[in-house]
């Protein structure tokens, strides 16, 4: 990961040296701080076509570059509170839409948007039902530029057929005899596993498996009780899935656990659809996929946004970054590169890849969603409090003080 940012010590540095009490880094009218997680693999290559189209879209601007590396933003997240607790914010910065941003929308760390949505034609361009997710009491704070499945199955093919497994599994327990085959075959992890949030993935399919899509977003409505004996019986399927896994699962962020994959050490993994491209981007073509036995026609879907942060330096170049990531030629560079869809659904999915014309049909049909892990069903303190629990849970293996932490979170954060 080369491109880690080094913006907040330079910022600090500035400020040491003239003395000021104000923290904020100098304003820079023509400078455009895009604060990410996006800097290796699939996800720089989206970036890279953004920051292509911005050039051409707004002239005179110039784009500076905020990613910070680490799986799923763990350790951007960290160093954004920080830059917003020393009223340092970026001009924008990159967060999963949905319940994710309610924390940035309570401490009023973003700005209004919706006159944005209203003057760009973004009602009509983006779904009711998304349109309807990004709400908060009748406003809306950011703009998504794609639209990611988390609830995929990536394997190694040549691994399957060197074990004797053959076909998809129609549901969780075939899944567990092939991971089961695998691991009389020798493969040294059936299935490819990271830290904390990775395994949320895992154990958020597990549960659309065994409760259904209804039941499973009731969890984090409060529909759904998490003290139910159905998510205990998840929790144990979950850790019968974890068993066929690496033994140093919680030291691995998700494109190390991938390399097992690739390395043909494992025969699975469970990520969302940003792996297609990283394969890809690895030169790894050989892969196959498909949805996590037993969810059906469910999406679990997430979505990265951008936002207007208060008190940024360049509020008119960021609002013109903004428009093109909310375009239908930012959408289509960006999503060609990184692999996820564009959350427009008048973008035209010809030349796109064989995997993202499937999951643009399926948005449109199938029973859609929210990650935990990926924060559009829940906020970062209940996501944090989840992963919390699950790293407890993977060095001592209790279900029931696991299922009991769960239910605890949930009552701390459902609304």
């Known amino acids: 990961m080369r491109m880690v940012a080094v913006l907040a010590v330079a910022a600090l540095l500035t400020v040491s040296a003239c003395g000021s009490g104000d923290e904020r880094r ?42 910070v590396a680490g799986g799923a933003g763990v350790n951007a997240k960290q ?19 949905g319940a994710e941003l309610l924390d940035y929308i309570d401490a009023g760390q973003v700005q209004d948007l919706t006159s944005a949505y209203d003057s760009w034609g973004l009602r009509q361009a983006f779904p009711t039902g998304l349109i309807d997710d990004l709400t908060v009491n009748g406003k809306i704070y950011s703009v998504p530029a794609n639209v990611h499945r988390a609830n995929v199955v990536w ?9 004797g497994v053959s ?65 205990a019986a ?59 036995p037993g969810n059906g026609a469910t999406f679990q879907w997430l979505a990265d946004s951008f936002t207007l942060a208060t008190g940024a330096p360049n509020p008119d170049g960021t609002r013109c970054w903004l428009r093109t990531v909310a375009s239908p030629e930012g959408q289509r560079a960006f999503n060609a590169a990184k692999g996820s869809i564009p ?12 995997y993202q014309q499937s999951a643009m049909a399926d948005w449109k049909s199938a029973t859609q969603v929210p990650s935990c892990a990926h924060g559009s069903a829940c906020s970062q303190g209940w996501q944090s409090a989840v992963n919390q629990a699950l790293t407890a849970w993977s060095a001592a293996r209790d279900d029931t003080a696991l299922q009991a932490a769960l239910v605890t979170a949930a009552s701390r954060f459902v609304r």
Request: aromatic share 10%; charged share 20%; hydrophobic share 45%.
């Open 155 to 163: 394997a190694n093919p040549a691994v399957l057929k060197r074990a």
């Open 343 to 354: 959350a427009r659904t008048d973008v035209s999915a010809a030349g796109l890849s064989l």
């Open 79 to 97: 160093e954004l509170t920080g830059r917003m607790t020393r009223k340092d914010p970026p001009d924008t910065f990159q967060a999963h839409a």
């Open 234 to 292: 998840a929790i144990a399927d979950f850790g019968r899935l974890v068993a066929y896994g690496n033994a140093d699962r919680d030291a691995l962020d998700w494109p190390q656990a991938e390399r097992l994959l690739i390395d043909g050490k494992a025969g699975y993994q469970v990520m969302g659809d940003w792996e297609a491209a990283d394969l890809t981007a690895k030169g790894f073509t050989g892969y196959s996929w498909f949805t996590f």
């Open 167 to 231: 076909g998809v599994p129609r549901d969780l327990p075939a899944f567990l005899a092939d991971l089961a085959t695998l691991k009389a075959a020798g493969v040294e992890a059936p299935l490819a596993l990271g830290r904390d949030w990775t395994q949320l993935m895992v154990l958020e399919a597990v549960l659309i498996s065994d409760l259904g899509a209804q039941r499973f977003a009731g969890l984090f409505t409060g529909a759904t009780p998490w003290s139910g004996a159905d998510v």
């Open 26 to 67: 100098p304003a820079a009218p023509d400078t455009v701080e895009v604060f990410t997680w996006w800097a290796e693999g699939g996800e720089k290559a989206g970036l890279d076509a953004l920051i292509d189209r911005f050039g051409q879209d707004c002239a005179g601007q110039r784009f500076e570059n905020g990613a």
